[in-house]
Every structure is written in structure tokens, then in C-alpha cells.
């Protein structure tokens, strides 16, 4: 029996869907959600990730701008600009676009952000909410996953589950946003011992490694659920063949441009093991921008009047 592919596209149209109809309702007692992204220096990636994000306001009708900085801009400069944007009633998220250069203090720059307006979740205070089980903004990836899950109508509560990874923006919050659906959390990383045979032990597997196809057979339990957070490009053409031989069209694609995406997960061997998983491209990343949509929502609802801070 061949896996259930979960598309993410289709998830995050319906979650930007929701959160279009929540915006709606917000400007209608005044209150349109605005979004202040800040890009500093010209890395090429991070130009695509700020677009994609202004679009998707676009998209749900809230507001954004966009603020460039130089590369050569200095930390005590961008602080100045954060505290601008926190002081601003009109912006409600504030998304500093990582990395910053290798010269600005990013810890510092992050801590500036107010936690109400910390959109990405990365603040030490929300981190803390988020460990002590409070309300606050979350991040957006495990967000994103978390989504998938609940509208692949896929149980969480009493499962175990298995993250790898241990990054701040993804493996740590990930375990524990899964821990507080009542999942049995295991976090691996680097050093764990026997990692495969840990990873068996999955119902959930959620792998955020930024390894090519570190997660092979046989680290897949036989109708686990499998969430690649992982996007990494190859150009080597034997690798790509040697992972993407299920997929003659991605293989065919590849010649012509050169260059392929995989996932941290082996994308032939988790078809045929796992009963769910999330393809590379088009899983968990489409999930990330939608999930800061709603966490900018989230935001604004601050200053809706029910909650006694009425811009009107
Ligand atoms: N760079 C890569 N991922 C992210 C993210 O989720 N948020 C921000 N601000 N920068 C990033």
C-alpha cells in the first residue's frame, strides 16, 4: 500500500482561508493587521522568503511593509528601528529575516522585539510561555506542522513521538508543541545513540536535521507518520538519481535545471514504509508563511475592542 502523501499546498490554503475570514472580521471593528518585515544586507534567499511573506498579507488582507537596510547597517541602528516598530500602533508582527549579518548582535536584536509583536515566536519571553505551557506567540514551522497533523485529522494525544533536530526555530519548539497535545516526546540529535532504532519507536516522526536523506528505511516504523522539515539542494547528479529513481518527471526536471530538493527523510524508502508523510517540496514549507499569517492575526487581536485596547 502506498502512503498518504499530505499536501501541504492544500493545508495552507485552507489555513490562509481561515485566517482571511478572521481578518475580515477584525477590519470590520477597525482593525487591520499589519506586518513590518525587516531585510538587512541582499542575501538572495532571504529576498524570496520577505516577498513571499508580503505577499501572502496581500493574499489575506492585512497590511505590510517592507524596511531594507544596507548589509553595513549597525546593531544600535537597528535597535532603534525595532523600538520605532514596537512603539507603532499600526504594526502588529515584526519579523526580522535571518540571518542578519555576521556583525549585527542578533540575540540583542531579537530580545528588542516586543514579545506581543515577536511574530516569528523567537523572544525569550515567548520561548519561556512556550516551555511553561502559557499563551503566547509561537513559532512558525512547528506551528505549521502541528497544522498539518490536526486537519490530516491525524491523532496526536497518546502517540509517541519522535523529533530530529534540536534547533531553537524548530526541534526544540516542535517536541513542545507536540508535548502539549499529549504526545510522548523524544528529542534526538547528533550524539544520540542508536539513533535509528530510536526513530522506530515513532508514530510521529518529524525530521529537522538539514541532512539530504539522512532518514532512511530504517529509521521508519512500518505506517508512521512522517513530517520532513528539511529542504536541501543537490546538484550531484548520481545522488539525484540514486533518491529521486521513483520519480522520472523530478528526474527529468533536474536535468533541465541543474539542481534538485530533498528533504532530511529518503524520499523513495519513506513511500513505501510510512502509512502519512509531507513531500519535499510542497510539505511543511508552504506552511511556514501561512502559519505567520495567522500568528500577525493573533497579533492584532490585542487591539480589537472586545480586549479593552480599541484604536478607534
Ligand atoms: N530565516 C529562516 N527561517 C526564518 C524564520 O522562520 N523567520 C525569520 N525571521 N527568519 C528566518
Request: charged share 25%.
Amino acid at each position: 500500500m502506498s502512503a498518504r502523501k499530505l499536501d501541504g499546498k492544500a493545508i495552507r490554503d485552507s489555513v490562509l482561508a481561515d485566517v482571511a475570514s478572521g481578518v475580515e472580521a477584525a477590519v470590520r471593528h477597525g482593525v487591520r493587521p499589519g506586518l513590518a518585515a525587516v531585510l538587512v544586507g541582499d542575501d538572495p534567499a532571504s529576498r524570496i522568503y520577505v516577498r513571499n511573506k508580503v505577499r501572502a498579507c496581500d493574499r489575506i488582507g492585512a497590511y505590510s511593509e517592507t524596511i531594507r537596510l544596507p548589509s553595513e547597517t549597525a546593531t544600535d541602528r537597528l535597535l532603534a528601528l525595532v523600538q520605532e516598530l514596537n512603539d507603532r500602533d499600526d504594526i502588529d508582527g515584526i519579523l526580522v529575516q535571518l540571518p542578519l549579518p555576521g556583525h549585527i548582535d542578533s540575540r540583542r536584536v531579537l530580545a528588542a522585539v516586543s514579545p506581543d509583536k515577536d511574530v516569528d515566536g523567537f523572544h525569550p519571553v515567548n520561548v519561556g510561555r512556550l516551555a511553561s505551557g502559557q499563551e503566547g506567540l509561537k513559532p512558525c514551522t512547528p506551528r505549521g506542522l502541528i497544522e498539518i497533523l490536526k486537519r490530516s485529522r491525524i491523532p496526536i494525544a497518546g502517540s509517541r513521538a519522535v523529533v530530529v533536530g534540536r534547533s531553537n526555530i524548530v526541534g526544540k519548539p516542535a517536541a513542545l508543541l507536540l508535548l502539549a497535545e499529549h504526545a510522548t516526546v523524544t528529542i534526538c540529535h547528533s550524539r544520540t545513540p542508536d539513533l535509528p532504532s530510536v526513530c522506530r519507536q515513532a508514530d510521529i516522526l518529524v525530521a529537522a536535521v538539514g541532512r539530504p536523506a539522512m532518514l532512511t528505511r530504517e529509521y521508519i516504523r512500518e505506517g508512521a507518520v512522517v513530517l520532513d522539515v528539511g529542504i536541501n539542494r543537490l546538484v550531484d547528479a548520481a545522488e539525484v538519481d540514486r533518491l529521486l529513481a521513483h520519480a522520472p518527471a523530478r528526474l527529468r526536471r533536474f536535468r533541465r535545471t541543474g539542481s534538485a530538493l530533498v528533504g532530511d527523510v529518503h524520499p523513495g524508502h519513506v513511500r513505501e514504509i510510512a502509512s502519512a508523510y509531507t513531500p519535499v517540496p510542497g510539505g511543511v514549507g508552504p506552511l511556514t508563511v501561512a502559519m505567520l499569517m495567522s500568528n500577525t492575526l493573533l497579533a492584532a487581536c490585542r487591539r480589537l475592542p472586545e480586549n479593552g485596547r480599541s484604536s478607534a
